[in-house]
T-cell receptor, first 109, second 113 residues
Framework: DAKTTQPPSMDCAEGRAANLPCNHS???????VYWYRQIHSQGPQYIIH???NNETNEMASLIITEDRKSSTLILPHATLRDTAVYYC??????????FGTGTSLTVIP | DAGITQSPRHKVTETGTPVTLRCHQT?????MYWYRQDPGHGLRLIHY???????DKGEVSDGYSVSRSKTEDFLLTLESATSSQTSVYFC????????????FGPGTRLTVL
């Protein structure tokens, strides 16, 4: 049930901001946007989530457009350890996440 | 890291053999999940549990069964393993509430020959 569209890959220079886009044009009013990342073959790691407002935590910022049809995950100062696959997920208050294939981010020294 | 362990971490078995994977948590979270991850498919939900003895199917449940007799343990069973079930299996947990983000275990790599 593909609800999101992400670019398959991106590069970012170390120390610069990484901006990862996600389109979710069919999102409904009660659906949250979640971001996870997966480093190499480890289990996915929760990053951040939001409904309408922009959100920030110690890892990243999430910018959601006013019409909620797209969002951007921002890693403010990317490091080599941020190289990973990033998943944008839209889900309702149920418990099923639908992971797509994500964006493979490579941070370049 | 959330207290989630998976066992075994690696397993090689033969077609037709029964296989059971175990997920154990120390967080006392209500919800537990089993996913599989294959190249080009991201993670796909197999089954999940919303309490002891309460389970439901995910999007790729055929060929799998689950059981949860205790809060801390969630078992995934392949009754008769097939080569198409060669995959990496991840367990996840989440607490109740609206903001129920999931925390994932380290994964089990299963190879069915």
């Amino acid at each position: 049930d593909a609800k999101t569209t992400q670019p398959p890959s991106m590069d970012c220079a170390e120390g610069r901001a990484a901006n990862l886009p996600c389109n979710h044009s069919t999102i409904s009013g009660n659906e949250y946007v979640y971001w996870y990342r997966q480093i190499h073959s480890q289990g996915p790691q929760y990053i951040i989530h939001g409904l309408k407002n922009n959100e920030t935590n110690e890892m990243a910022s999430l910018i959601i457009t006013e019409d909620r049809k797209s969002s951007t995950l921002i890693l403010p100062h990317a490091t080599l350890r941020d190289t990973a696959v990033y998943y944008c997920i839209v889900k309702d208050t149920g418990n099923q996440f639908y992971f797509g294939t994500g964006t493979s981010l490579t941070v370049i020294p | 890291d959330a207290g989630i362990t998976q066992s075994p971490r690696h397993k090689v078995t033969e077609t037709g053999t029964p296989v059971t994977l175990r997920c154990h948590q120390t967080e006392n979270h209500r919800y537990m999940y089993w996913y599989r991850q294959d190249p080009g498919h991201g993670l796909r939900l197999i089954h999940y549990s919303y309490g002891v003895k309460d389970t439901d199917k995910g999007e790729v449940s055929d060929g799998y069964s689950v059981s949860r007799s205790k809060t801390e343990d969630f078992l995934l069973t392949l009754e008769s393993a097939t080569s198409s079930q060669t995959s990496v299996y991840f367990c996840a947990i989440s607490s109740t509430g609206t903001y129920n983000e999931q925390f994932f275990g380290p994964g089990t790599r299963l190879t069915v020959l």
